[in-house]
């Protein structure tokens, strides 16, 4: 990502893009009193993350949370989407012995949440549209969250076959509460912004044209007030990350697993992506051969 820009006045884009193609940056970073947002910027892809938007959004977060010029962050994306989720096809490297791929799902999974677990500062979330998935569960992860009325989360585990990620098995709860954590984990429901609003989720929701300019200010209120990050001032960074870990080994499990590769090939042949519906189709049916090396 090179550099982080130094400008202290109007927010100055270290890589822009307007009309993203695949040549452009994953990632842009921009800089304005002394937060840094990062925009997730494949709105083709509704900024799923593949491996080369994780990677850019990581190395952004490293050199956020080492630059002492940097005081909050502010997480946001190109277009309708914040996130679609993770880009299985795009996030695994095939082919591999399952049992190596296994261990990167695994360590990746880790990693990524481990990011937000242990980010030393502010995250506020300017949910520019829909969170789905690794990016919903993040979501919750983050200190305050802004979002636009075509916002919403929604975590189909079940529908997957997969389990829960994100230590959203344990923080979904407490962040949520009762009611809404099994709607979103175990009914897979879509639950809006408004509706996160009212349960004092989300802080506020705005229109697109002033969804940035409303958590930079909330992310400057952040730094002014001192307040430390929600997770460390209730005391619970170390029992994250062990959930963490714990589900990261369970859903590379799940990922391999005969439910989770019919459930993508259903959902790849019912959107009319041929290419995608074949290579899991392939990985299922051959899934007795290659489960054993």
């Known amino acids: 990502l090179g550099s982080l820009c130094t400008s202290q006045g109007p927010a100055a884009p270290l890589l822009l893009a307007m009309a993203p193609g695949p040549g452009e940056p994953?990632?842009?970073?921009s800089r304005r009193?002394?937060?840094?947002?990062?925009r997730l910027n494949?709105?083709?892809?509704?900024?799923a993350w593949s491996r080369a938007v994780t990677s850019a959004m990581l190395e952004a977060l490293a050199?956020?949370?080492?630059?002492?010029?940097?005081?909050?962050?502010?997480?946001?994306?190109t277009g309708d989407y914040y996130c679609s989720g993770v880009d299985f096809v795009g996030s695994f490297p095939f082919p591999e012995l399952p049992s190596r791929l296994q261990q990167f799902i695994e360590e990746s999974n880790r990693k990524l949440f481990d990011a937000f677990i242990y980010f030393p500062k502010p995250l506020v979330l300017a949910a520019n549209g829909p969170a789905i998935g690794a990016s919903a569960t993040s979501a919750m992860l983050c200190d305050d969250i802004v979002a636009t009325p075509s916002c919403f989360l929604h975590t189909p585990f079940?529908?997957?076959?997969i389990l829960p990620e994100g230590c959203s098995s344990y923080w979904f709860e407490k962040r949520l509460g009762a009611g809404l954590a099994r709607r979103?984990?175990?009914?897979?429901?879509?639950?809006?912004?408004?509706?996160l609003h009212r349960a004092g989720v989300v802080s506020e929701v705005v229109g697109q044209a002033d969804l940035l300019d409303v958590a930079?200010?909330?992310?400057e209120e952040w730094v002014s007030s001192g307040q430390a990050?929600?997770?460390?001032?209730?005391?619970?960074?170390a029992t994250l990350e062990i959930v963490n870990a714990r589900e990261s080994r369970e859903i590379a499990q799940a990922f391999l697993g005969e439910g989770f590769l019919q459930a993508m090939e259903n959902i790849a042949s019912a959107k009319k992506k041929s290419g995608q519906a074949a290579v899991f189709r392939t990985l299922r049916v051959t899934r007795p051969v290659w489960s054993k090396l």
């Open 33 to 38: 009193n002394r937060v840094l947002t990062i």
């Open 42 to 47: 494949r709105p083709q892809r509704k900024n």
């Open 26 to 29: 994953a990632v842009v970073t």
């Open 158 to 161: 079940n529908a997957l076959r």
């Open 229 to 237: 990050r929600r997770i460390i001032r209730l005391g619970e960074r």
């Open 63 to 77: 050199m956020a949370s080492a630059d002492p010029e940097v005081m909050a962050v502010v997480l946001t994306g």
């Open 184 to 195: 979103l984990l175990e009914r897979d429901e879509k639950v809006w912004a408004e509706e």
């Open 216 to 219: 930079q200010r909330r992310a």
